[in-house]
């Protein structure tokens, strides 16, 4: 038990199976810098993912393959500096666990051991789940991604919605079902019918967590960039924006260039001063 009477517990993956079986809904969001962590943990987050998207949202790539664990790892450490509640996913980036189990459980680690982060997440079904499985052997908490899976969207013929034909929709649910098997402690479903999402979340005991799955999953996930407004290059049809951040930030700005340009700040209370004779006396010493 804590001495301090304000310290704060970190939810674990046994805090969320509880809430979805107790039925809470359980909330979770992007978060890639310190700010921000800050900013979503203080907002009673349940899960904080420090996702691939960074790559597209804050590193300006076109989609999330180059991402690298080098990059992985700054933010997700930046991320854990400032978060006391949330649970912390840490994304493995591609090409980080597709080579080999060796290497998944190598990077996993990584970000798990040296990122401190409190679980981590790669793309893949069925044809991962014995990876999955190598890393929740090593003691590493897996949060698993199935559906959709921008990793490898070209191989999908692009950003299309999964699982629409009855034998796709067979293949998501094994997939789902895999990955609990392989030892997941939950499972995104990201853009696949609500009726799909609806079945595969009524037949995993672990949480689901939808990004396009429709309402019946346990949870609900949004990139950060994308609900405040802030991703202007093109807004998927599940994000609900929450804010135009984007247009909030830039005004602003333009505010501070125009103050800057018409000399009106710094104003007073922005500066400095010198006592009255102190600056005679410079003056007279520098002879002006
Ligand atoms: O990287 C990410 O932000 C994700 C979400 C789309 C779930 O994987």
Sequence with gaps: MSSHPEATKKLLSADLQKMKD????????????????????????????????????????????????????????????????????????????????????TNA?????????????????QDYASVAGAITRAGIPFFAHIGL?????????????????????KAVLDDALAMQDAGAFAVILEAIPQQLAAIITEKLTIPTVGIGGGPDCAGQVLVLHDMLGLFQRFTPKFVKVYADMYTAQCNAVKEFVSDVKEVKFPAAEHSFNMKADAVEELKKALGL
């Design 22 to 105: 107790n039925g809470e809904k359980i909330s979770m969001i992007t978060a890639y810098s310190y700010p921000q962590g800050l900013i979503v943990d203080e907002a009673g987050i349940d899960i904080i993912l420090v996702g691939d998207s960074l790559g597209m949202v804050e590193l300006g790539y076109q989609d999330t393959v180059p991402v690298t664990m080098d990059e992985m790892l700054m933010h997700t450490k930046a991320v854990v500096r400032a978060v006391k509640r949330a649970h912390i996913v840490g994304d493995l980036p591609f090409m980080s666990y597709n080579i080999s189990t060796e290497q998944a459980v």
């Design 109 to 125: 680690g990584i970000l798990y051991k040296d990122g401190g982060s409190d679980s981590v997440k790669f793309e893949g079904g």
């Design 149 to 169: 899976t921008p990793q490898t969207a070209a191989m999908m013929g692009g950003f299309k919605v999964q699982g629409k034909s009855l034998d796709d929709a």
